[in-house]
């Protein structure tokens, strides 16, 4: 009886999730109240409250469910045991394009994310929320940037820091506008081809590691 339980209020909060996602993607976060969420899902406000302090956690919980799958790939360009700490950047950045294109609840909160939410007054959560989700992901990806400069694969002309900030923004900025409009280009492809043409500027100069012509190879794919 208790998991029977713990198995219904599971699926009352994911109930409540996937109806918040379409109420915010249809009116936009600012304009969504709890009740328009609570009538959309056939729920009481008091069903909601239960689950979530406000809208804000509400939309961070939400964020979340697609979010941390992406933040588990992107650590693992940090693991000390990754024998090519270049390739596990480079892949764990190209599984968030993949996965933008291929999982439509994804590209339905990123698009909520990035373009329906303003940071003001109980939203201002949200911004923490993001703001920790970016310097989470740039932490694990400048470990593993830092780990392939000991290691000689990447030079030292900028800091692994400031190397992985502009990662993140090639990588969010490539996601946002293929978001604006889908057709406009095939964000894996050239995702791909804009990732591999990045790390290769951060070769060390006239390096001939065995990185440098499989990253050119996969550049001309």
Excluded at 60 to 70: D, E, G, I
Excluded at 77 to 98: K, M, Y
Excluded at 112 to 119: F, G, R, S, T
Excluded at 135 to 160: F, I, N, T, Y
Aim: proline fraction near 4%.
């Amino acid at each position: 009886m208790v998991r029977r339980t713990k198995d219904e209020a599971q699926a009352t909060r994911d109930h409540i999730l996937d109806t918040a996602e379409r109420v915010f993607e249809q009116r936009g976060v600012s304009r969504s109240s709890l009740q328009h969420i609570a009538q959309a899902a056939g729920v009481t406000r008091g069903a909601i409250y239960w689950h979530f302090e406000n809208k804000a956690d509400l939309f961070n919980a939400m964020f979340k469910r697609v979010t941390l799958p992406l933040e588990e790939a992107i650590g693992r360009s940090a693991d000390p045991q990754a024998i090519d700490p270049v390739q596990e950047v480079r892949d764990s950045l190209l599984n968030a394009l993949r996965k933008t294109v291929a999982d439509p609840q994804v590209q339905r909160v990123f698009v909520i994310a990035m373009q329906k939410v303003e940071y003001v007054d109980e939203l201002l959560a949200v911004r923490e929320r993001r703001i920790n989700t970016r310097d989470g992901c740039l932490q694990h990806v400048e470990v593993g940037l830092k780990r392939a400069m000991a290691a000689g694969r990447l030079g030292r002309r900028v800091s692994a820091r400031s190397a992985a900030v502009g990662l993140h923004a090639l990588t969010s900025g490539l996601i946002d506008n293929w978001l604006l409009d889908p057709d406009a280009f095939d964000l894996v492809k050239v995702g791909t081809q804009a990732l591999d043409a990045y790390l290769a500027g951060l070769a060390p100069p006239c390096a001939t590691s065995k990185a440098t012509p499989k990253t050119a190879m996969r550049a001309r794919t």
